[in-house]
């Protein structure tokens, strides 16, 4: 029998868990269990809608992590301020005048040094940001996907997940990213060629063709981003709840979305505008009811704003979690098109 201090050590317990023996491995490839095969959108909004009420837990836990990854990036903002400050100060004293501290500022923030010292900060913050999110999301998704099979009483899939599919979701995140990359790329050929046309616009022979021909690749512009970006989701939905591998999960994602691209997108556009509906919806009443605080009195209005502004991160992070259920019911259900499993 394993001691009970090696009991999360042994190789036999990993090995049960990399096999997808542990609550988050079996729970993605039981969606299907929930009687939903081939969800429509519909189905599909109302298990994620179900899965994100169940597992409201979480939406605390994400609003930390969106406060987290928000914080991260302030030691690179401080540290330019105090260099732009430091060279106002220096400039001044070179220049008694503004526009000797506002040389004295650019001529700091243009240095290599801390343009070089500014980029490694900011890279650093920006990967232990996309860290945090990977983490997160590691231990969210198993949940939702545990409330997706109908099994509430699973083990706890959190932490398991956090513990075993962190390094699975790492390499399908940097797969997503090179996605999304190519698709701002997409995006900003796109702006920078109907910006030429536009320039040129006297000069060409057939106006309302080319319009039309710019308004079309504007459209795409927005369209490609978007789509790609469903894209990453679902394929990190399927390398948490169905254990694929980064390039499998990718692939099997866009085959998802190429057999129901109508079905992905109305859902994601969905969620979306009922979260920017509730959101606004919240803000107008807090409007209205802090509004005699404002009026008595700035310090006296500072913390009913910063209420109203967790409780819309809070908000947030709850339509975060019914969209992430949504994409996983669509992306791993069984027997819908584009998937031989």
């Given at each position: 029998?394993?001691?009970?201090?090696?009991?999360?050590?042994?190789?036999?317990?990993?090995?049960?868990?990399?096999a997808?023996?542990g609550?988050?491995?079996?729970?993605?490839?039981?969606?299907?269990?929930?009687?939903?095969?081939?969800?429509?959108?519909?189905?599909?909004?109302g298990?994620?809608?179900?899965?994100?009420?169940?597992?409201?837990?979480l939406a605390?836990?994400?609003?930390i992590?969106?406060?987290?990854?928000?914080?991260?990036?302030?030691?690179?903002?401080?540290?330019?301020?105090?260099?732009?400050?430091?060279?106002?100060?220096?400039?001044?004293?070179?220049?008694?005048?503004?526009?000797?501290?506002?040389?004295?500022?650019?001529?700091?923030?243009?240095?290599?040094?801390?343009?070089?010292?500014?980029?490694?900060?900011?890279?650093?913050?920006?990967?232990?940001?996309?860290?945090?999110?990977?983490?997160y999301?590691?231990?969210?998704?198993?949940?939702?996907?545990?409330?997706?099979?109908?099994?509430?009483?699973?083990?706890?899939?959190?932490?398991?997940?956090l513990?075993?599919?962190?390094?699975?979701?790492?390499g399908?995140?940097?797969?997503?990213?090179?996605?999304?990359?190519?698709?701002?790329?997409?995006?900003?050929t796109?702006?920078?060629?109907?910006?030429?046309v536009?320039?040129?616009?006297?000069?060409?022979?057939?106006?309302?063709l080319?319009?039309?021909?710019?308004?079309?690749?504007?459209?795409?512009?927005?369209?490609?981003?978007?789509?790609?970006s469903t894209?990453g989701?679902?394929?990190?939905?399927?390398?948490?709840?169905?254990?694929?591998?980064?390039?499998?999960?990718?692939?099997?994602?866009?085959?998802?979305?190429a057999?129901?691209?109508?079905a992905?997108?109305?859902?994601?556009?969905?969620?979306?505008?009922?979260g920017?509906?509730?959101?606004?919806?919240?803000?107008?009443?807090?409007?209205?009811?802090?509004?005699?605080?404002?009026?008595?009195?700035?310090?006296?209005?500072?913390?009913?704003?910063?209420?109203?502004?967790?409780?819309?991160?809070?908000?947030?992070?709850?339509?975060?979690?019914?969209?992430?259920?949504t994409?996983?019911?669509?992306?791993?259900?069984?027997?819908?098109?584009?998937?031989?499993?």
């Open positions: 029998m394993t001691p009970p201090e090696r009991q999360y050590t042994d190789p036999a317990f990993r090995r049960k868990q990399g997808g023996g609550a988050c491995g079996g729970a993605g490839r039981r969606i299907a269990s929930a009687a939903v095969e081939a969800p429509s959108t519909r189905a599909a909004l298990l994620g809608w179900r899965a994100a009420t169940e597992s409201a837990w605390p836990v994400g609003m992590v969106a406060l987290a990854r928000s914080a991260l990036a302030l030691p690179a903002w401080a540290f330019a301020g105090a260099i732009a400050l430091r060279g106002a100060v220096s400039g001044l004293r070179r220049h008694p005048s503004v526009d000797g501290a506002l040389l004295g500022g650019i001529e700091a923030l243009t240095s290599p040094r801390m343009a070089a010292t500014f980029a490694g900060l900011w890279l650093a913050a920006a990967l232990l940001s996309a860290a945090v999110r990977i983490a999301l590691a231990g969210a998704l198993p949940t939702l996907g545990r409330t997706l099979s109908g099994e509430p009483d699973a083990p706890p899939a959190f932490a398991t997940g513990a075993f599919r962190f390094p699975r979701l790492a399908t995140a940097v797969l997503v990213f090179l996605v999304e990359i190519s698709g701002g790329l997409f995006a900003w796109v702006y920078l060629g109907t910006f030429l536009t320039a040129r616009a006297g000069s060409l022979s057939r106006p309302v080319s319009a039309l021909v710019v308004a079309a690749a504007l459209v795409a512009a927005i369209f490609v981003p978007f789509a790609l894209l989701d679902a394929a990190l939905a399927r390398a948490a709840l169905r254990e694929d591998g980064p390039v499998r999960a990718l692939v099997r994602a866009a085959g998802r979305l057999a129901r691209p109508g992905f997108l109305l859902a994601a556009l969905a969620v979306a505008f009922v920017l509906l509730l959101t606004g919806s919240m803000q107008a009443v807090a409007s209205l009811a802090t509004g005699l605080t404002r009026v008595r009195g700035g310090w006296l209005a500072l913390g009913p704003e910063l209420m109203v502004a967790a409780l819309a991160t809070l908000l947030a992070a709850w339509v975060e979690l019914w969209r992430l259920g994409l996983a019911v669509l992306a791993c259900a069984r027997g819908a098109p584009g998937d031989p499993d």
